[in-house]
């Protein structure tokens, strides 16, 4: 998970160096270049999956804090393209059905990384310092999990999608605090991509079971253009 923490980080840092030293411009409009960073509670959600002939498990991921930063320029007014990475380290209690018996528990420890492009559509009325967005998003999910008593592991790399609504408020015209909601998911990662499993590798997989996070935060916003 270092390793996968380091290479988020630097795709990350390599995107926002880039596209900040870049100006953007049509005619007498300048274009926008602003670097999002992100902080928000993400609530929890269930998930379930048959992962061999007769054997269940089903958990909740647990909610907790997500964290990130994204890119963001404007293609034309109002509209934007943004460049987004977003993690949250969190725990994920299971049990196991086996026989007719939930016989087995198990707590591990998961990391919810997000690699996401999308476009963002902004809203202002001429002299409010008041800018509504909505947005989606599509990429990656990178899910990894550790159960801390046995040591097994487990990570896949699934679709994900997201979308997101909410509104920033310029303190001056070149920070503003961002206030938003967000709907995020990795589709198919709970058995057809990462096995929680007590050890070994699964077999035999008949479900999937896909993880959705709804969050609530915001962060600020720092536009690099003025």
């Known amino acids: 998970?270092?390793?996968?923490?380091?290479?988020?980080?630097?795709?990350?840092?390599?995107?926002?160096?880039?596209?900040?030293?870049?100006?953007?411009n049509t005619?007498?409009?300048?274009?926008?270049?602003?670097?999002?960073?992100?902080?928000?509670?993400?609530?929890?959600d269930s998930f379930d999956s048959y992962y061999d002939l007769g054997d269940y498990y089903q958990g909740q991921l647990q909610g907790g804090f997500m964290y990130g930063a994204g890119v963001e320029f404007e293609v034309k007014p109002g509209s934007f393209v943004e460049i987004s990475y977003q993690r949250m380290d969190s725990n994920a209690p299971t049990q196991y059905y086996n026989g007719?018996?939930?016989?087995?528990?198990?707590?591990?420890?998961?990391?919810?990384?997000?690699?996401?492009?999308?476009?963002?559509?902004?809203f202002r009325r001429a002299g409010s310092p008041v800018e509504g967005f909505i947005g989606g998003m599509l990429g990656i999910g990178i899910i990894g999990i550790d159960n801390p008593e046995t040591n097994f592991s487990d990570?896949?790399?699934k679709f994900a999608w997201g979308i997101k609504g909410g509104m920033t408020y310029w303190a001056s015209s070149a920070v503003g605090i961002k206030m938003q909601a967000q709907l995020l998911s990795v589709t198919q990662s709970v058995g057809g991509?990462?096995?929680?499993?007590?050890?070994?590798?699964?077999?035999?997989?008949?479900?999937?079971?896909?993880?959705?996070?709804?969050?609530?935060?915001?962060?600020?916003?720092?536009?690099?253009?003025?």
Not at 1 to 24: H, W
Not at 27 to 44: H, T
Not at 100 to 122: E, H, I, P
Request: aromatic fraction near 16%; charge should be positive.
């Open 27 to 44: 005619g007498s409009y300048k274009k926008q270049v602003r670097i999002n960073l992100y902080g928000a509670y993400a609530f929890e």
């Open 100 to 122: 007719g018996f939930f016989d087995k528990y198990a707590d591990f420890d998961v990391a919810t990384n997000y690699l996401m492009v999308g476009g963002n559509q902004s």
């Open 193 to 226: 991509g990462v096995y929680f499993g007590t050890g070994g590798v699964s077999t035999g997989l008949s479900s999937y079971s896909s993880i959705y996070q709804f969050t609530l935060g915001g962060g600020l916003v720092f536009n690099l253009t003025n």
């Open 155 to 157: 990570s896949a790399t």
């Open 1 to 24: 998970m270092k390793k996968i923490n380091l290479l988020m980080g630097a795709i990350a840092l390599l995107f926002a160096s880039s596209l900040s030293a870049q100006q953007f």
